[in-house]
């Protein structure tokens, strides 16, 4: 096997797109997104990329994606979150590259939220053999190591009987991520998460199913001063080395996940995909990509967005306040500044799709 069929991606195709991009050093980036257009965006980028990409929604993301106004918040985010998939499924093989579909940060409220998903995701692959989505991610970091463990392989069961992998968190991103997290922790210990924890893991969840592991080397949430915390990817290339040599498995063993990524440098984007990294959140820096060039034509443009026709040249705004057109800028920032991701990550043109 050398290519996989392009479209939404589950089980031992999605561990074969793992490999290979560990095997050849490069990650993919994961974003988060809240409605079509973030994930025609997306979808447009990697597809103009020759890349294969994640395509993530947080539980908040799948509430907006099922519309903010309705008042049963709970199953707004488990049908926006379905909503979304179907869309992605039905979008990905058009576009021609390889998706992997997967639910972010999902803390010890979000349970019910994740379980809901997964009887969706049930029921469809009774019916035609696949889930909805690829992965989904259990966020118990804030736990003891026990719960977060016993919960994770409880999980994990279901969804590896239905083709689907899970991502847990071992030590905490710090800040916040959609309502997740804090920031009041930046100057946590757990900031950095410890080997024996990695190895606890994956003697625990490596005999149930496929997870990958979002480890903690000093990343944060969202964009702050730089120089409050400090990256230190070496961490993760303990974890591996500990794992390898206790379970006496090939090297890198873990397959890691670097999420609060936003403002890092190049060297250590490099250095963590070198340890292993093969998947990289990011959110922040794409909202805000979309955000500004919707201002610009803003600044641009201010009367169109004040009158519908001039109100001392006659001129009629319409082309400008139609939403195809302000919002299509917006999708157009997040094309060039994810286009930057891909080829940081080495990802641009390494696409697995035929
Ligand atoms: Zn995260």
């Known amino acids: ?107 010890k409220d979000l349970i019910p939220w994740v379980e809901a998903l997964i009887d969706y995701s049930e029921d469809l692959f009774r019916d035609q053999g696949i889930p909805f989505f690829t992965s989904h991610m259990l966020d118990l970091s804030e736990e003891p190591i026990d719960f977060n463990l016993e919960e994770s392989a409880r999980l994990l069961k279901r969804l590896s009987a239905i083709d689907m992998s899970l991502e847990i968190e071992l030590g905490i991103t710090g800040g916040e991520e959609d309502g997740v997290g804090s920031e009041d922790n930046l100057n946590n210990p757990s900031l950095y998460t410890q080997s024996e924890d990695c190895l606890r893991a994956y003697e625990a969840l490596s005999p149930l199913g496929h997870f990958s592991l979002a480890a903690s080397f000093g990343n944060v949430h969202g964009v702050y001063k730089p120089g409050n915390v400090q990256l230190r990817p070496e961490i993760l290339k303990a974890a591996q080395e500990l794992v390898q040599q206790r379970c006496k498995t090939d090297p890198k063993p873990l397959d890691l996940v670097f999420h609060g990524g936003s403002g890092s ?81 080495g990802s641009a043109g390494k696409s697995l799709a035929f």
């Open 1 to 107: 096997m050398t290519h996989l069929p392009a479209g939404v991606l589950s089980g031992t195709d999605y561990h074969y797109l793992i490999k290979r991009a560990k095997e050849e050093g490069y990650a993919l980036p994961a974003v988060n997104v809240t409605g079509t257009n973030s994930v025609n965006a997306v979808l447009e980028t990697a597809a103009k990329n020759n890349a294969d990409v994640i395509i993530q929604l947080s539980a908040g993301g799948a509430q907006f994606y099922g519309g903010k106004g309705h008042p049963d918040s709970f199953n707004t985010r488990v049908l926006g979150a379905i909503s979304a998939a179907q869309h992605v499924h039905l979008l990905a093989e058009h576009y021609g590259v390889c998706v992997v579909l997967h639910t972010d940060h999902a803390n």
């Open 265 to 345: 440098s190049k060297e250590h984007i490099k250095e963590a995909i070198s340890h292993g990294v093969f998947k990289m959140n990011i959110d922040t820096d794409l909202q805000f990509a979309f955000a500004r060039a919707i201002a610009d034509t803003l600044e641009q443009n201010p009367k169109a967005f004040k009158y519908q026709v001039d109100p001392e040249t006659g001129t009629p705004y319409k082309k400008i306040y139609d939403p195809r057109s302000f919002l299509r800028d917006g999708e157009k920032g997040i094309v060039e500044r994810l286009t930057e991701s891909f080829n940081v990550l």
